[in-house]
């Protein structure tokens, strides 16, 4: 095959939007205009209709590799990945073993290789995720890592996250922190407040995530080192980001689809299919999240988080924390968005934005900025013009498709959007210059 020509299509990237074909030779992108001949055997994508956007990339995947082959593979969770528009995934280290060292990385470098998107490996920031000492980070550094999180627990002590702070900036890379002060935590289930006191099951505050949010943030004002929030879930949270944003300092945070479009009274049905960490919070918090996605202050990312079927039908308090999210969160986000109205009873009167407003937020949210996050610039998250790389999400807006937990890629089922309808599906998804995913279907 010589090439494709992606016909018919509005392009959206971060120098604006015109109506516009894309021809794609080799990995790159040759041409982008207003009309393009498909000579020389060119395959023609159809794109009508639809948004041709950069791939997505997410910053926070479980891919359970290795140890968990059951719940995820990096070949499995990279076909999710691509059915959602993703072209390249951040593969969390809190596996079995944890990525605490070279070899472990390159087990998962050498999976990525038969991959449908890129694959970045984070390493942990202490060895074995013990919170006790620190990993070889430089080590790691040199095999390729360049984000280190101990992602499902927060490190609890001070000082060796501030060496973990010195270190990591001294390399160049950056500490991505999961906020939660585990004494405060402890043996909750849910957010603490009116629900948790209603369902008397034993609460998460929003205080747990905003004090470990604040040290940390002290941390880097103090180190200089570069530091995103993982999974940011409350009001406080965002405030203590848009402070240290005003102060100049090197923070970034990011957002989950789950804590953009639903509520902790979603957990009224004891459903586990509910049940993450951090947990759903109430819809003040919700409505806060959304604004600042739309404000520019956050990223998406979407913790997409495994577990086998059993797992997830024991009883709220036994089950694990945990959400697929790869292959719907660009529906969840463009339907909130556009729609103004999450996902759960009670929230509205969030921002209504255009197709050309809401195309822009997510360009920014889940393709350029965390690209940019994740050292991928150039490669990914980049502008859709000549010579740029071909890795492209072709989406449909206007879509609507109701969500099946038994015909997603992944090998597991977790979502909580089963049966609910979504507006805006994925069409095709261009890596590195060959379609991997066409008319919403993964070719392998």
Same mark, same amino acid.
């Given at each position: 095959?010589?090439?494709?020509?992606?016909?018919?299509?509005?392009?959206?990237?971060?120098?604006?939007? =015109?109506?516009?074909?894309?021809?794609?030779?080799?990995?790159?992108?040759?041409?982008?205009?207003?009309?393009?001949?498909?000579?020389?055997?060119?395959?023609?994508?159809?794109?009508?209709?639809? %948004?041709?956007?950069?791939?997505?990339?997410?910053?926070?995947?479980?891919? =359970?590799?290795?140890?968990?082959?059951?719940?995820?593979?990096?070949?499995?969770?990279?076909?999710?990945?691509?059915?959602?528009?993703?072209?390249?995934?951040?593969?969390?280290?809190?596996?079995?073993?944890?990525?605490?060292?070279?070899?472990?990385?390159?087990?998962?470098?050498?999976?990525?290789?038969?991959?449908?998107?890129?694959?970045?490996?984070?390493?942990?920031?202490?060895?074995?995720?013990?919170?006790?000492?620190?990993?070889?980070?430089?080590?790691?550094?040199?095999?390729?890592?360049? $984000?280190?999180?101990?992602?499902?627990?927060?490190?609890?002590?001070?000082?060796?996250?501030?060496?973990?702070?010195?270190?990591?900036?001294?390399?160049?890379?950056?500490?991505?922190?999961?906020?939660?002060?585990?004494?405060?935590?402890?043996?909750?289930?849910?957010?603490?407040?009116?629900?948790?006191?209603?369902?008397?099951?034993?609460?998460?505050?929003?205080?747990?995530?905003?004090?470990?949010?604040?040290?940390?943030?002290?941390?880097?004002?103090?180190?200089?080192?570069?530091?995103?929030?993982?999974?940011?879930?409350?009001?406080?949270?965002?405030? $203590?980001?848009?402070?240290?944003?005003?102060?100049?300092?090197?923070?970034?945070?990011?957002?989950?689809?789950?804590? %953009?479009?639903?509520?902790?009274?979603?957990?009224?049905?004891?459903?586990?299919?509910?049940?993450?960490?951090?947990?759903?919070?109430?819809?003040?918090?919700?409505?806060? %999240?959304?604004?600042?996605?739309?404000?520019?202050?956050?990223?998406?990312?979407?913790?997409?988080?495994?577990?086998?079927?059993?797992?997830?039908?024991?009883?709220?308090?036994?089950?694990?924390?945990?959400?697929?999210?790869?292959?719907?969160? %660009?529906?969840?986000?463009?339907?909130?968005?556009?729609?103004?109205?999450?996902?759960?009873?009670?929230?509205?009167?969030?921002?209504?934005?255009?197709?050309?407003?809401?195309?822009?937020?997510?360009?920014?949210?889940?393709?350029?900025?965390?690209?940019?996050?994740?050292?991928?610039?150039?490669?990914?998250?980049?502008?859709?013009?000549?010579?740029?790389?071909?890795?492209?999400?072709?989406?449909?807006?206007?879509?609507?498709?109701?969500?099946?937990?038994?015909?997603?890629?992944?090998?597991?089922?977790?979502?909580?959007?089963?049966?609910?309808? $979504?507006?805006?599906?994925?069409?095709?998804?261009?890596?590195?210059?060959?379609?991997?995913?066409?008319?919403?279907?993964?070719?392998?």
């Amino acid at each position: 095959m010589k090439g494709m020509v992606v016909r018919g299509a509005t392009v959206v990237d971060s120098s604006g939007v =015109r109506r516009a074909d894309v021809a794609i030779d080799d990995r790159e992108i040759v041409a982008v205009e207003s009309s393009i001949d498909a000579a020389g055997g060119r395959r023609v994508v159809d794109a009508s209709g639809c %948004l041709v956007l950069p791939g997505l990339v997410d910053l926070h995947a479980h891919l =359970r590799d290795p140890g968990n082959p059951e719940c995820e593979t990096v070949e499995s969770a990279s076909r999710a990945a691509a059915r959602g528009g993703y072209t390249a995934v951040v593969a969390m280290p809190n596996t079995d073993p944890p990525i605490d060292s070279v070899e472990v990385v390159r087990y998962v470098q050498e999976r990525a290789t038969r991959a449908m998107t890129e694959v970045a490996v984070a390493g942990t920031i202490t060895a074995g995720r013990k919170g006790e000492r620190l990993a070889p980070m430089g080590e790691m550094f040199e095999a390729g890592v360049r $984000l280190f999180t101990d992602d499902g627990a927060g490190v609890q002590d001070a000082l060796l996250m501030r060496r973990a702070m010195e270190y990591a900036g001294g390399l160049g890379a950056i500490i991505a922190e999961h906020c939660e002060e585990a004494r405060l935590a402890y043996r909750g289930h849910m957010h603490e407040g009116r629900w948790s006191s209603f369902l008397g099951i034993p609460g998460i505050p929003a205080e747990a995530e905003e004090v470990m949010a604040a040290r940390d943030i002290a941390l880097s004002r103090l180190t200089g080192c570069r530091l995103h929030l993982l999974h940011i879930s409350t009001t406080g949270t965002l405030d $203590l980001v848009r402070k240290a944003f005003k102060a100049g300092l090197p923070v970034t945070g990011e957002v989950a689809p789950h804590h %953009l479009s639903l509520s902790d009274a979603e957990v009224a049905s004891y459903d586990p299919q509910f049940k993450v960490n951090p947990p759903l919070r109430p819809a003040e918090d919700v409505r806060s %999240l959304v604004n600042a996605l739309v404000s520019g202050e956050v990223v998406v990312a979407t913790d997409h988080a495994p577990h086998p079927a059993d797992s997830k039908e024991l009883p709220f308090d036994q089950a694990p924390p945990g959400m697929l999210g790869l292959e719907t969160a %660009l529906g969840v986000v463009w339907t909130v968005l556009t729609s103004g109205s999450g996902l759960s009873t009670g929230l509205d009167d969030m921002p209504v934005l255009s197709f050309e407003e809401a195309a822009a937020v997510v360009v920014e949210a889940m393709s350029v900025v965390p690209a940019r996050i994740a050292g991928l610039e150039g490669a990914q998250g980049g502008t859709v013009r000549a010579g740029s790389a071909a890795n492209l999400c072709v989406f449909d807006p206007a879509a609507t498709w109701v969500v099946d937990r038994n015909r997603l890629a992944s090998l597991s089922a977790n979502t909580p959007y089963d049966g609910r309808k $979504l507006t805006g599906r994925v069409r095709h998804t261009i890596f590195r210059g060959e379609p991997v995913v066409v008319d919403g279907e993964p070719l392998r």
